[in-house]
């Protein structure tokens, strides 16, 4: 679907502004703001500037090459990401602080300092050059959230092996798929993994994966022990254990990259169909990681920095491991579920660690709000200082739970719009500088130059949405799709030359801040008015007994399409006729009768990708009768099955 000459409505008005407490501004990192200025006049000078934050083995001649759709950054600058995560902290005062605190879900605990980190990585870099990896050779890692995960992405990085994470959570056919698209080497896994006391079968799974593919070697973690059923195949299995026993102990001398190198690859989320692999460099992707890391997360040495995604998602990648540490900082890992052993998981672990910079997903705000305010009540979040959102549109009223909840009305929370294709923050506030509304990621990050245009690319103005672009390249921006260039330049350079389409509606209001409207491909048409889902969902969440919501537009004969809703209500709430008077009133009070939904069904889940973000076309393919589309991210598939005998049931 596209914008055309119509233009997407805006209709959801929210008023509400925080400004940055004086006494955060007067400590931040970043808090002049001639910086946006500075940046735009001149964003190869600042990102140049930003580039020098790392070590470089050799200094880069030029700073950009732009050739669209390709970018060349930071040229024939040579460094090493592992190098810079790692091994300059090892030396000097960082060398015994805590790099890594993990918390298993069991209730073990790990700390590794930036000079025990070291080591493990330097023997990992040993052993999986013993297996015969080399520089550019791909390694797909397939592992839970402990610390062998960062650890294996690490030896990559110092060897120039290319790492392909696949989060744990995906099954044996999503995960095939990426070997042979990757056409990898070496495959690291573990036994099993802890979920929510379960065990996820993780090298059974792999097993069935690796039989159509050219995976030399597996590496197997033991994370779980006998309970997993894991079976070894002689010649190709071996134990992570053996091996690291046997890896000489001396330092691996890092590998001098390009700064074009490629770092790693990484699927996307497959929200919206075929995840494509994604290419990351190393100089512009590092520099990217860390600046947003000083700029937009304020980082800082005292801080104790924990982010809640999976290391198998772009957010992990970032902001577990390559930000945090390029940093210096101390990040708190988590293996397992937010609610287990209870629904204060997360809250135990902010008091246990004196957590200060707390980084999560609107869905797990909202499922905090369900469970309701009691359980970060009875933990002391005191510690935290800053909050961040990332993954989808925050819900206004979801952004203010986690402002009162866990924030304690204190602390500044940056929504952080960005993709695993712009490999950092794009669009988020420096929380030293600029003032926050709730459900608005603000403005483009210093050096990044943002705008929302129609059809012919021309600037929509305040008036209207449209679709969001980036109009200038940026360090750490996609170098390409894996083994398909003309996708890359389909997907993302197509429509607009030389002009980057994240396949976002959005629109600025008068202050030039920009708000997302929910993904071009989810556009709902109702009588020729144009509407984004964001402001529909979030005016339904808005209501006091609505947890979460997912709207989608049906066909229709007469107004095109009709707006159907899927609400999850919070825990106690009953569901009735009522209820969907009152939440139907709510809309049209909030944004006007035209987005009145014409049905609202309630579930207790929605249909969610296995990185826990709505997915919209499965929920069309449901009240449109169709046959589903492709399925294999999403995380439970029983979700969809119960919604369409719901359906059904509805008719
Ligand atoms: P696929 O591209 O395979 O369909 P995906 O788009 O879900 O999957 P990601 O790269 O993980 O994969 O997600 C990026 C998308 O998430 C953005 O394009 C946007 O739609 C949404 N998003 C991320 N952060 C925000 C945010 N702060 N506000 C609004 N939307 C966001
Ligand atoms: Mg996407």
Redesign the pocket.
């Known amino acids: 679907m596209s914008v055309d000459s119509e233009k997407l409505s805006t209709l959801l008005h929210e008023t509400r502004s925080f400004s940055p407490s004086d006494e955060f501004r007067a400590q931040a990192n970043f808090n002049d703001e001639t910086i946006y200025e500075r940046a735009a006049n001149d964003p190869e000078a600042y990102w140049a500037l930003q580039a020098e934050q790392l070590t470089w083995f050799q200094p880069f001649e030029n700073v950009l090459n732009w050739e669209p759709p390709h970018a060349q950054w930071f040229v024939g600058g040579k460094l090493n990401a592992a190098y810079n995560c790692v091994d300059r902290h090892a030396v000097g005062p960082r060398k015994n602080k805590a790099a890594i605190i993990w918390e298993g879900e069991p209730g073990d605990s790990r700390v590794l300092t930036y000079d025990m980190l070291r080591r493990e990585v330097d023997k990992a870099a040993h052993a999986l050059k013993g297996l015969g990896v080399q520089k550019g050779d791909r390694v797909t890692i397939y592992l839970p959230m402990i610390p062998e995960l960062p650890i294996s992405m690490l030896a990559c990085a110092k060897i120039g092996a290319i790492h392909s994470v696949v989060f744990g959570g995906f099954s044996s056919k999503s995960l095939q798929q990426r070997l042979e698209d990757a056409d990898a080497k070496v495959l690291i896994t573990a036994d099993g993994g802890w979920r929510r006391g379960g065990v996820i079968p993780l090298k059974a799974n792999a097993d069935e994966a690796l039989s159509a593919t050219k995976v030399e070697n597996v590496v197997v973690v033991r994370r779980v022990g006998d309970s997993a059923g894991a079976t070894m195949q002689e010649g190709r299995d071996v134990y992570w254990h053996d091996l690291m026993a046997k890896a000489p102990t001396t330092p691996f001398e890092a590998e001098p990259m390009d700064s074009e190198d490629i770092l790693y690859l990484l699927y ?6 075929k ?2 692999g994604i290419v990351h460099s190393t100089g512009g992707y590092l520099t990217g990681a860390n600046t947003s890391m000083r700029s937009v997360f304020d980082i800082k040495d005292e801080d104790v920095w924990f982010c809640t995604a999976d290391i198998g ?2 957010t992990g990648h970032t902001y577990i491991v390559y930000g945090p540490l390029s940093a210096g900082a101390t990040v708190v890992m988590y293996e397992g579920g937010p609610d287990y052993p209870g629904r204060d998981r997360f809250w135990e672990i902010v008091e246990k660690y004196g957590v200060t910079i707390f980084y999560t997903a609107p869905t797990s705000i909202r499922t905090f709000m369900k469970w309701g305010p009691e359980h970060p009540a009875a933990h002391d979040l005191s510690t935290l200082r800053l909050l961040g ?6 819900n206004p009223e979801a952004w203010m739970w986690f402002h009162q909840h866990i924030g304690n009305e204190r602390c500044p929370i940056v ?7 712009t490999g950092c923050a794009m669009i988020a506030p420096l929380p030293g500088i600029v003032p926050t509304k709730p459900g608005s ?1 603000t403005r483009a990050v210093p050096g990044i130059d943002v705008d929302v245009v129609d059809e012919h690319g021309q600037s929509v103005g305040f008036e209207n949405g449209g679709y969001l672009v980036i109009k200038k390249p940026w360090p750490s921006m996609l170098r390409t799709v894996w083994g398909d260039d003309e996708r890359f330049r389909n997907t993302y350079f197509g429509k607009f030359e030389g002009i980057y389409l ?3 509606g959005a629109h600025l209001d008068e202050d030039g801040y920009v708000w ?1 409207l929910g ?1 071009i491909d989810d556009v709902i048409n109702v009588s020729g008015h144009r509407i984004g889902t964001a402001e529909v969902e979030s005016a339904l969440v808005s209501h006091s007994s609505v947890a979460e919501a997912a709207v989608i537009g049906r066909s229709h004969d007469i107004k095109g399409q009709a707006i159907t809703a899927f609400v999850t209500v919070r825990e106690g709430i009953e569901t009735n006729q009522e209820l969907v008077a009152a939440l139907k009133q709510t809309v049209v009070e909030k944004i006007g009768a035209m987005a009145r939904p014409e049905e609202i069904i309630f579930t207790a889940e929605l249909p969610k ?1 296995r ?1 826990a ?1 709505i997915m919209r076309r499965l929920l069309r393919d449901i009240a449109e009768g169709r046959v589903l589309g492709d399925t294999t991210t999403l995380a439970d598939p029983s979700v969809v099955e119960s919604l369409k005998s719901q359906y059904k049931e509805a008719d």
Do not use: F, L, M, Y
């Open positions: 996307t989320s497959g929200t919206t169909g995840p494509k998602w772009v959102t990332v993954g989808e549109p925050i929504d952080t719009w960005w993709q695993t294709e990621a994240p396949g976002d997302i993904r990708t990185s973000k």
